[in-house]
């Protein structure tokens, strides 16, 4: 399974937007290109989408994070699907 971690520069572009900053001011303080960050942002939002489909998925299936063993997944899976 991928890990969904977000960088360090997805981070700072995630924090820097909340401050409603735009891709060309952002751009300049990181000094990146505007297409770079424009980029982060979108996979960072990717994953966050995605880490929050599967948290949904676990709550429906009433496991917590933490108690995840290889087995319930894949039977998990299996019904999923």
Do not use: C, F
């Not at 424009?38 to 949904?56: E, G, V």
């Not at 496991?63 to 894949?74: A, D, N, T």
Request: hydrophobic share 35%; charged share 35%; glycine share 2%.
């Amino acid at each position: 399974m991928p890990k969904l971690m977000l960088t360090e520069l997805e981070q700072q572009i995630l924090e820097l937007t909340a401050k409603d900053l735009s891709d060309y001011k952002i751009a300049r303080k990181l000094h990146r290109n505007p297409s770079t960050i424009a980029r982060s942002r979108k996979n960072a939002i990717k994953k966050l989408r995605r880490a929050d489909a599967d948290l949904t998925w676990a709550k429906q299936i009433e496991v917590s994070p933490g108690k995840l063993s290889e087995e319930s997944i894949r039977s998990s899976e299996r019904r999923r699907v």
